[in-house]
């Protein structure tokens, strides 16, 4: 059997949302998979700093981050992209101007104000991956952060249209749903770094399978040839489906891969 490559989202997809536990059928499956001779990734919009608990948590080859601006292999960084220093900063002070609040994502550490927000949603984000000891707030204003893509919020009163052309020349704007985007420079996703990996391991495109539920997971789909949609999902996926497995708190990760052939 050829050498297969397997890209896993995390959130909604390794990982449930409803007990934000990674079902032990799950890990037993990616770790078998490797076992059988394939490679296995974690493909995320969590840049590296976020995701510490599912690299201790799973069996991988390595994990791709931010939406594709970063790929790491046994803890060591062998592809990158930031945006440029004064490019970050002038989005900083356009977040707020515009009427957002944001997080701002590197592969060291996760940044926002030191102010809590006027919109409660983004408080309950901030709150939330607070609890994982992961937040810095006192770096926000210095001109020398560099960060690799960001998260914002908006409420009513944000400046949409405004906000998003002064980003529209190289940042792409991911529509998460409900006032939430997340944003990327442009020319970097979930599928371009899926190639990356296929190049630099040697793997054919067709021996690729990706495995997610959200709308960040678009460009992975349209991508890959093999893509195993969670029951749960976006439904903006669905032309790009090759397989639908079931939901990840019955185990729709170690059945999607039983069936496929990929134990």
Same mark, same amino acid.
């Given at each position: 059997?050829?050498?297969?490559? +397997?890209?896993? !989202?995390?959130?909604?997809?390794?990982?449930? *949302?409803?007990?934000?536990?990674?079902?032990?059928?799950?890990?037993?499956?990616?770790?078998?998979?490797?076992?059988?001779?394939?490679?296995?990734? #974690?493909?995320?919009?969590?840049?590296?700093?976020?995701?510490?608990?599912?690299?201790?948590?799973?069996?991988?080859?390595? +994990? +791709?981050?931010?939406?594709?601006?970063?790929?790491?292999?046994?803890?060591?960084?062998?592809?990158?992209?930031? #945006?440029?220093?004064?490019?970050?900063?002038?989005?900083?002070?356009?977040?707020?101007?515009?009427?957002? !609040?944001?997080?701002?994502?590197? $592969? =060291?550490?996760?940044?926002?104000?030191?102010?809590?927000?006027?919109? *409660?949603?983004?408080?309950?984000?901030?709150?939330?991956?607070?609890?994982?000891?992961?937040?810095?707030?006192?770096?926000?204003?210095?001109?020398?952060?560099?960060?690799?893509?960001?998260?914002?919020?908006? /409420?009513?009163?944000?400046?949409? *249209?405004?906000?998003?052309?002064?980003?529209?020349?190289?940042? /792409?704007? #991911?529509?998460?749903?409900?006032?939430?985007? =997340?944003?990327?420079?442009?020319?970097?996703?979930?599928? $371009?770094?899926?190639?990356?990996?296929?190049?630099?391991?040697?793997?054919?495109?067709?021996?690729?399978?990706?495995?997610?539920?959200?709308?960040?997971?678009?460009?992975?789909?349209?991508?890959?040839?093999?893509?195993? +949609?969670?029951?749960?999902?976006?439904? #903006?996926? =669905?032309?790009?489906? $090759?397989?639908?497995?079931?939901?990840? *708190?019955?185990?729709?990760?170690?059945?999607?891969?039983?069936?496929?052939?990929?134990?």
């Amino acid at each position: 059997m050829r050498k297969k490559a +397997l890209f896993f !989202d995390v959130d909604g997809t390794l990982l449930s *949302e409803v007990t934000h536990t990674i079902p032990d059928s799950a890990r037993k499956a990616l770790a078998d998979s490797r076992r059988a001779g394939n490679l296995v990734f #974690i493909n995320s919009g969590r840049t590296y700093s976020f995701l510490g608990d599912i690299e201790e948590a799973v069996e991988c080859d390595g +994990l +791709l981050c931010g939406c594709g601006t970063c790929v790491v292999e046994q803890k060591k960084v062998i592809f990158q992209h930031r #945006i440029a220093l004064k490019r970050g900063y002038e989005i900083r002070k356009a977040m707020t101007q515009y009427g957002f !609040d944001g997080i701002l994502e590197s $592969t =060291e550490g996760l940044y926002v104000r030191k102010e809590r927000s006027w919109i *409660e949603a983004f408080n309950r984000l901030r709150d939330s991956v607070a609890g994982k000891g992961t937040l810095t707030y006192d770096r926000w204003e210095e001109e020398s952060l560099e960060f690799d893509k960001f998260c914002v919020y908006a /409420d009513k009163n944000s400046d949409k *249209e405004g906000f998003f052309s002064f980003l529209s020349p190289d940042i /792409d704007v #991911i529509d998460r749903g409900d006032n939430f985007y =997340e944003c990327v420079p442009s020319g970097f996703t979930k599928a $371009t770094a899926i190639a990356w990996v296929l190049e630099h391991h040697g793997i054919e495109k067709q021996d690729a399978y990706v495995f997610g539920d959200s709308s960040n997971d678009l460009a992975m789909f349209e991508y890959a040839e093999n893509a195993v +949609l969670m029951q749960k999902h976006d439904k #903006i996926l =669905e032309p790009y489906a $090759t397989f639908v497995t079931k939901s990840v *708190e019955e185990d729709g990760i170690a059945w999607a891969m039983q069936q496929l052939g990929l134990l």
